[in-house]
């Protein structure tokens, strides 16, 4: 009679060595917790001091939870470009093509500078320029400046009539009481020096107020500023930048309506901005004095 033999499986198994099972090793410090828990009888109150490897760790800042008494900063309104308005300029648009005409406004504009009250303030102006551009030469000779000094009226200056500036321009740009401002004014100054080398462009870069700039001063912020993304984020509006009209031959007389009205509301809605960022900073100031008031409060004698 043949002798059965078992399936391999089960012969496999015999073969294997059984598995080794772990014992649990307790650390010397455990072992002296449960020593000293046996010594304390039960009816005590008495706690047993915990071990040293029981020492509080210091938590994870991962696991830091807020108490809910801490208000919560309340989220960033998110503006819908397509809800902004544009900008409805209604004020006078001058323009001049004629070089006697552009002297006698600006004449008209500093004896109006002068006579503006308190001779130590001096008389924000918006200042603009516009030229022409081809992909393939490059950036042309300045064709067009804008001024405004009050917002119901812009002063537009055809440029591209003249081989030189003015003497009452030059005049009206440099004066003592004239502060220029704009976005990125300084380069539209460089512009204008290299076209028209009568001007000086450091003096009118050194008394100018570039609106970017001043605005991360009031509010301690930092970057740079288009006129598009300034005018959303101070006046709440929206620039009108028609391609077909902000690439247009602005050397070619004469402008049409619609050139006219952007290059007006780029120098007015410059004024707007100024305005609005000086009345920021008065309200700042203000705010601070009676900080400083409060903190530090007058002796009574």
């Not at 649990?24 to 072992?31: A, F, M, T």
């Not at 002063?155 to 990125?184: D, E, I, W």
């Not at 031959?249 to 410059?270: F, N, R, T």
Request: one cysteine or more; aromatic letters at 8%; a neutral charge.
């Amino acid at each position: 009679m043949s002798k059965r033999s078992l399936p391999i499986w089960m012969r496999d198994a015999e073969l294997s060595p059984a598995p080794v099972v772990k014992k649990r090793v307790l650390s010397e410090s455990k072992l002296n917790e449960i020593a000293v828990e046996k010594s304390i009888p039960e009816n005590t109150n008495v706690k047993p001091l915990p071990a040293e490897d029981d020492t509080p760790r210091r938590r994870l800042r991962s696991n830091h939870k807020i108490p809910d008494d801490i208000p919560k900063r309340e989220p960033a309104v998110q503006l819908n470009i397509e809800d902004v308005p544009f900008i409805d300029y209604k004020g006078e648009i001058q323009y001049y093509t004629d070089m006697r005409d552009m002297a006698f406004a600006c004449d008209q504009l500093v004896q109006w500078v002068e006579r503006q009250p308190d001779e130590q303030t001096q008389v924000p102006i918006a200042f603009d320029l516009e030229w022409p551009f081809n992909f393939q030469t490059g950036p042309g000779r300045t064709a067009l400046m804008q001024l405004c000094a009050e917002t119901n009226v812009c002063y537009l200056f055809q440029m591209s009539c003249l081989k030189k500036l003015p003497a009452a321009v030059l005049q009206l740009l440099t004066h003592p009481r004239v502060q220029l401002h704009g976005v990125n004014v300084k380069n539209d100054f460089r512009k204008l020096a290299r076209d028209f080398p009568e001007a000086n462009a450091e003096l009118m870069i050194e008394r100018c107020v570039d609106l970017g700039g001043w605005y991360n001063r009031i509010h301690g912020s930092s970057g740079v500023w288009s006129m598009e993304r300034l005018v959303l984020q101070v006046c709440r509006l929206r620039v009108d930048k028609n391609k077909k009209v902000r690439m247009s031959k602005w050397h070619v007389l004469p402008l049409s309506e619609d050139q006219k009205m952007y290059a007006a509301v780029d120098a007015y809605i410059g004024q707007e901005i100024y305005l609005k960022l000086k009345e920021k900073e008065l309200k700042l100031k203000l705010e601070q004095q009676e900080l400083n008031l409060a903190l530090n409060p007058p002796s009574a004698e």
